[in-house]
């Protein structure tokens, strides 16, 4: 399960991973209401994460690692709390949470750490065959995260294999 946290809309992808092509299984946002205090938006999202994990039952949750720049400081406070809710959600499930940089995501995806937001979803539209470019930003930035830690699993796999075929 691939999330994009947010305090409006958090982005949330899951896949399933069978063999080395991924499967989209659901995507869609949980919003909280702009205007709310904090706490309730916060509640909203550990209430939301918590019930797509309780539906979908994923085995991993996935998130890219907070960014913050010494202009927006304010920017990664907040997203820390949405972070927390959701590593809040999930460990409440005793379900593992990974973290990506930004950097790592999208060179997983398109090759360039530094790639558009526009390139990241139009490789996720390839990924998995969609019509159309994964809409709201949130969805594709969800299905992105996922899709980074499948193919970081496929290279684990494919390294260990070549561990075990050279005698190590």
Do not use: W
């Not at 994923?58 to 959701?86: D, F, K, Q, W």
């Not at 159309?132 to 299905?143: C, F, G, I, Q, R």
Request: with cysteine; glycine share 8%.
């Amino acid at each position: 399960m691939g999330i994009d946290p947010g305090l409006a809309a958090t982005g949330y992808g899951i896949i399933e991973t069978c063999g080395r092509v991924p499967s989209l299984i659901e995507a869609g946002v949980v919003r909280a209401r702009a205007k709310d205090p904090l706490e309730k938006r916060l509640l909203d999202l550990f209430t939301g994460t918590t019930e797509i994990i309780a539906e979908f039952e994923p085995t991993v949750v996935v998130i890219e690692e907070l960014y913050s720049t010494y202009a927006h400081p304010r920017t990664a406070i907040m997203m820390g709390h949405a972070r927390g809710a959701i590593f809040t959600a999930a460990a409440s499930r005793g379900l593992p949470v990974v973290s990506y940089a930004s950097t790592r995501i999208k060179n997983s995806l398109t090759g360039h750490g530094r790639a558009s937001k526009e390139q990241v979803q139009k490789m996720v539209q390839h990924a998995f065959g969609l019509p159309e470019l994964p809409n709201p930003p949130d969805v594709a930035d969800a299905l992105a995260v996922a899709l980074c830690h499948h193919n970081a699993l496929l290279h684990q796999l494919q390294a260990r294999g070549a561990a075990a075929r050279r005698g190590r």
